[in-house]
């Protein structure tokens, strides 16, 4: 069974920083893709930052040029650096991986960590 955990969620003020982190355990044998999410109160869930396969990297709009996605393929584990935050910012976060285990390939999702900036 695969299972996604993140940590590093918090309250920050505007203009702080935070990290997020969320790591893969379980059986499976390749990640192919990690992209963080996040959702505000009564809003959808939106895209906000991926690492693909081959390492190149994507970001909305909302985020570009303040946040940086990594990854660490030895701990099956990506990271959002998340630098100059605004109140507008104030979401849950949730990671996803398109994961491979030796039966199936599909989309994992963790339970989500909140993430609060007070202006």
């Known amino acids: 069974q695969v299972r996604l955990v993140e940590s590093g969620g918090g309250l920050v003020q505007a203009g702080g920083s935070l990290r997020l982190s969320c790591a893969a355990s379980?059986?499976?044998?390749?990640?192919?893709?990690m992209d963080w999410y996040r959702q505000a109160p009564g809003d959808k869930r939106e895209f906000v930052a991926r690492i693909a396969a081959d390492g190149s990297t994507d970001y909305a709009d909302a985020v570009l040029g303040r946040f940086t996605i990594s990854r660490d393929l030895a701990e099956n584990r990506v990271n959002l650096q998340m630098d100059g935050l605004k109140p507008e910012d104030t979401a849950v976060y949730y990671c996803t991986m398109d994961i491979t285990t030796f039966t199936h390939r599909r989309d994992y999702w963790g339970q989500g960590t909140q993430v609060t900036v007070s202006s």
């Open positions: 379980g059986d499976f044998f390749n990640i192919n893709r």
